[in-house]
């Protein structure tokens, strides 16, 4: 086979693989951009009525036991309901020292955008209501520990900024419309390509590079080494874009769905730690605490699923055993 030849089927070979990466990538895209607009619009009317500030306002005493004061909970909660930029917008509002936004910063990005990544991860293969107890409980979790074990270091302060007074429904829904149109442009082509570069990857034998490289880590936090290249992009680009590909992956039974849910597990504790923690760190938080104590506690949940798994199939072992002997 001559060198023309060969560069001809390269490029056949490439082209096949875009194709058949595409029309799935589509029906991912449009699957997780339906539920993030739906979603992101029913929190905007939420915001507008007053609702989340009242849950914030309601919260306000158990965020007192974090270290945090009440108004923290406003940042939180935006956090939670919609995404680590609008609790940003608020952190950047309130008086708050260096040891304090840390804390609330971990919090939020532990259990941010709740909705449409608990929807991802529920379709990879992980139980919804699991999902959202195992987030919610390790911000808290990770919060108590923190103001106890971090120290008290000098009284630095988040920069405030001055926001405007309320705005009428017109403005706000203009306002959520123009960014609501540019985060689906930007998770339409980001879904898309990522889809077609993990295939191209796999059909390429990259990923088994990915996977020797990351191994060593992955072996720290639990995981198995056929979730390197999922890991890696959920950590660089967030849980929705990597869970874009997960999908994908599940689909096509690339990955098991234990193995999925180990790393659902890890990945629902620690993701997106390169734009988030930078972000938050523009507003006063640790990006070493940021890193650090997600990794820990994305470890130790993953650690104790697989014990919990280990026991549920000795005790599946055990009864199953039990009714096979004869009476």
Sequence with gaps: MNCWQRNLNNKSRFIAVVRSAVPPALATAWWMLRITVVVSFAVTILQYAGVVAWISETLGPLFQLAGLPGEAALAFISAYFVNVYSAIAVI???????????????MCLC??????ETAIQKKTGTPAVRIVLLRTVSAFVM????????????????????VPGNAGLPAILQAWGVSTLQLVVKMF?????????QRL??????????????????????????????WFVANILGLAYGGAVMIEESRQ????????????????????????????????????WMLLSRWVMAAAVVWLRRLELKIKNEITAMVTLKHSQPC
């Design 111 to 116: 259990a941010h955008n709740m909705f449409l």
């Design 143 to 162: 919060a108590f520990v923190l103001n106890i074990i971090m120290p008290h270091g000098a009284a630095e302060t988040a920069p405030a900024v001055t």
């Design 253 to 288: 039974k690339r990955i098991s769905a234990e193995d999925a849910d180990l790393l659902n597990h890890h990945i629902a504790i620690s993701h997106s730690n390169l734009e988030d923690i930078i972000l938050m760190a523009s507003v006063g938080a640790s990006v070493l």
């Design 189 to 197: 082509v980001l879904i898309v390509s990522l889809a077609v570069l």
């Design 92 to 106: 950047a509002t309130l008086d708050l020292g260096y040891r304090a936004v840390t804390i609330l910063a971990i």
């Design 201 to 230: 990857l796999n059909e390429y034998g990259i990923i088994k590079w990915i996977s020797k490289l990351f191994s060593p880590v992955l072996r720290v936090f639990g995981l198995p080494a056929n979730t390197s290249f999922l």
